[in-house]
């Protein structure tokens, strides 16, 4: 599987600048991919003001994001704000070329933020399934949690899409390659860059990890597209040669 992660700026809460920019830097791409993956939130940067940019599955973005790709011929990633019955959710979707459209509402809410009081957590971790691979998104502060992502359902690629600050980023890149390991999976990780009006910067590090931790893609920090191709051929092999998966512990998630 070719994947490819968008690292670019965002316009505070301004869904139609920043689908503008992230279309022109996709067509514009001569590069081919089977999956793309966008930033946390992006269609605004992280914010605390939902109801400013708040839509619908039937909205704007997600008529766009069917769109883009239906023209790139590639499955999208990547979480913006949705309302639902007087709700609002940092979701995440996919959306493929044929127009299906599959969501996880992400879990862990970044107390620190106060994420928690405008926004209602996720219940249920989702497994995407395309072109026989099985996809696990996540979104950032999640990425904290390792429990909830714990690799029972034997899925292929972990996806956390982030608005991840540049104070924390020795963390970021601790914790994704600590996921590729005792996962036994490829990593994705894309975080933006810039900074937001709350004068957070960001600086990316966006990457691509294989299941031992090895560097695919190393963290950039500039603006752009990257393209990598994922084996899974040699996920399987690197599984059956060290069988780490097999002996995890068994448990049970409570609520």
Not at 9 to 21: F, M
Not at 51 to 66: G, H, N, S
Not at 141 to 150: G, I, Q, S
Not at 191 to 210: A, C, E, F, T
Request: proline content about 3%.
């Amino acid at each position: 599987m070719k994947v490819a992660i968008l690292q670019t700026d965002l316009v505070w809460e301004n869904p139609i600048y920043n689908r503008l920019t992230i279309e022109s830097k996709v067509l514009s791409s001569d590069k081919k991919f089977d999956l793309l993956v966008l930033p946390e939130m992006f269609t605004s940067g992280f914010t605390m003001n939902p109801e400013r940019v708040a839509e619908t599955m039937q909205d704007e973005t997600i008529q766009w994001l069917k769109s883009l790709a239906k023209q790139k011929k590639t499955a999208i990633i990547g979480s913006l704000v949705i309302q639902e019955e007087n709700q609002y959710y940092n979701r995440l979707v996919f959306v493929t070329p044929k127009g299906t459209v599959q969501h996880y509402n992400k879990r862990h809410l970044f107390t620190l933020a106060g994420e928690e009081k405008v926004y209602t957590k996720g219940a249920e971790k989702v497994i995407f399934e395309y072109k026989d691979w099985k996809i696990c998104p996540q979104v950032c502060y999640d990425l904290r949690f390792p429990v909830f992502v714990r690799n029972v359902e034997d899925y292929d690629l972990l996806v956390y899409v982030a608005n991840w600050p540049k104070i924390r980023t020795q963390a970021w890149d601790a914790l994704l390659k600590a996921r590729a390991i005792e996962n036994m999976t490829f990593v994705v990780g894309v975080n933006r860059v810039g900074k937001d009006v709350n004068g957070h910067d960001y600086i990316g590090h966006s990457q691509v990890l294989d299941e031992l931790g090895n560097e695919l893609i190393a963290p950039f920090e500039e603006n752009g597209i990257q393209v990598v191709t994922l084996s899974k051929k040699k996920l399987q092999d690197s599984r059956n040669k060290f069988n780490f998966l097999n002996d995890k512990d068994n448990f049970e998630l409570l609520d």
